[in-house]
Structures are given as C-alpha cells and as structure tokens.
C-alpha cells in the first residue's frame, strides 16, 4: 500500500501537520511519500492519499484548491482522506466555509475531512498578516493537538489495513514537536 501525504502550508505548521502523519503511517508499516502539493505532478502509483491545507479567511490555500482541480479525477479512483489547519483556540470565532468544504469533500470523493486547531507565530507571517491577526484578536501560539494528529493518522492506518502502532519508548525522536 503506498500513501502520498501532502499539504498546502503557507508558514510550515500544516506541513508539520502532514509529517507527523507521514511518520506515522509510515511507523505502521506502510509505504509513504511526504510532499508538498506543489511538488506532485501524478497520482501514479499512490493506492491512497492524505491532502490538506492551511486555511486562511475559513478556506484552504490556493494551492490545495488548484491540487483538488488537477487531480480531482486522480482522486476520485483512490482512497482519500482530507485535513485542514488553522482556526486558532480561544480567539473570536472565524468559521470555515462550509460549502467550500463541501466542495472539496465531493471532489475528491474523501473518506473524512478532519480539522485541526493551527499555530500563529507572528515572527513568521508577514507585515500584513500581522495586521489582520491583531484586527482580529487572533492567539498566538501553537495550538496543534498533537494526540488528535496521530490518533487521526492512526484511524487511518487503520482502515487501510497497515500492522498494529507500535508503543514507542518514552523520549523517541520521532515523536512530532510540541
């Protein structure tokens, strides 16, 4: 079984996101390849795909939009399960596009569309974003559930039929940053 994980990521933290995913599914015995969209050019020998992006304004990146229309047919022939990162714990809240979603979820024929919290490190967005997170009250900090990430990516395994995880030993490198 071969997997493509990949992201749409603007500032690393939904890339993050899809290698602890990787790296998980990876541990449990299956064949994975981790890049970004816009290094993939064929869905050729992938059995199934894990996609996400960032989401800014309640929608994904343009980026994972235009991966969605390139590959939507690909997609549609494979198992497919789609992620999203970014609204931010404990701030006002921006509530995703729900017909977007929908959208995607359709065009890709996706098993689940699972949403985790993202991360705002104000050293890394530019000048204007900073002006928009602050309009906003938008947090800063990291507010990834680390445990939701790799019991998501387990579930996946899963159903893909992959070996039983492993119990890693306490203070494995592998493990994703917290």
Do not use: C
């Amino acid at each position: 079984m071969k997997v493509l994980v990949t992201a749409a990521s603007r500032h690393e933290a939904t890339a993050e996101i899809g290698a602890a995913i990787a790296s998980t599914l990876s541990q449990r015995g299956l064949d994975v390849d981790a890049r970004a969209v816009e290094e993939v050019e064929s869905l050729e020998g992938y059995d199934a795909v894990v996609l996400g992006s960032a989401i800014y304004a309640g929608s994904w990146l343009r980026a994972g939009h235009v991966f969605v229309d390139r590959h939507g047919d690909e997609l549609r022939q494979r198992r497919v399960w789609l992620f999203s990162s970014g609204p931010i714990h404990g701030t006002p809240e921006q509530p995703l596009d729900q017909k977007s979603m929908r959208s995607l979820d359709a065009a890709t024929g996706a098993t689940d569309h699972h949403v985790f919290e993202g991360r705002l490190d104000r050293r890394r967005i530019s000048a204007g974003e900073r002006i928009i997170a602050n309009v906003v009250h938008v947090s800063e900090g990291d507010f990834r559930d680390w445990d939701d990430v790799l019991a998501w990516a387990n579930s996946i395994a899963d159903e893909l039929g992959a070996a039983e995880a492993a119990t890693s030993p306490a203070g494995d490198d592998t493990a994703p940053p917290r």
